[in-house]
């Protein structure tokens, strides 16, 4: 399985106007920013077979981005554990109902996202990675419970070009 890992793009921060974490949307920069990696995507010719993304508005912003940019034909799937009630056990569970040969796109959030791509390519406990706002990173996986997946890439978003 090739698996893709987005975090989303910078979000508003936590004040008078967005009071609830869930409801943080995306700034006009963070959009801006996780279209050219949608752009750098459809260049590289990727298509995604599943894209889940957790439920809080930032995540899901950058979920259509993506999907719209690179042809995706539904609406991403809501995933509760890439949201609050993250645990990388139970997400390489439900991924491994999923056809080996499938692309899937995993939109979410730090540190989530980096603790589920070290669950996924490693038993030691210290291995660590680290994903700014519109990283991304691409990660293959014979079975997501095994833990012996390969992090073939790892791209911050700054790298991507118009």
């Known amino acids: 399985m090739h698996l893709c ?3 989303h793009g910078k979000a508003e921060k936590l004040g008078a106007l967005y009071t609830m974490d869930h409801t943080r949307p995306l700034t006009s920069e963070g959009a801006a920013v996780i279209q050219r990696v949608a752009k750098g995507l ?15 508005l930032r995540a899901r912003q ?3 981005i993506v999907a719209k940019s690179c ?22 569970k439900n ?11 995993l939109v979410g959030h730090s ?17 660590k990675v680290e994903m700014d706002e ?13 833990r012996t997946g390969v992090l073939r890439w790892l791209i911050p978003a700054e790298a991507w070009q118009e």
């Open 71 to 92: 042809g995706y034909q539904k609406e991403p799937e809501m995933e509760e554990s890439l949201g609050g009630r993250f645990s990388p056990e139970i997400i390489a």
């Open 111 to 127: 540190p989530m996202l980096a603790i589920l791509i070290a669950y996924l390519i490693s038993n030691d406990e210290s291995t």
């Open 42 to 56: 459809h260049r590289m010719g990727a298509r995604f077979d599943i894209i889940f993304t957790s439920p809080l």
């Open 5 to 7: 890992l987005l975090r």
């Open 62 to 64: 950058t979920a259509d």
């Open 134 to 146: 519109g990283s991304m990173a691409w990660v293959e996986v014979a079975n997501p419970t095994i």
């Open 95 to 105: 991924l491994e109902a999923i056809p080996a040969e499938a692309t899937v796109l």
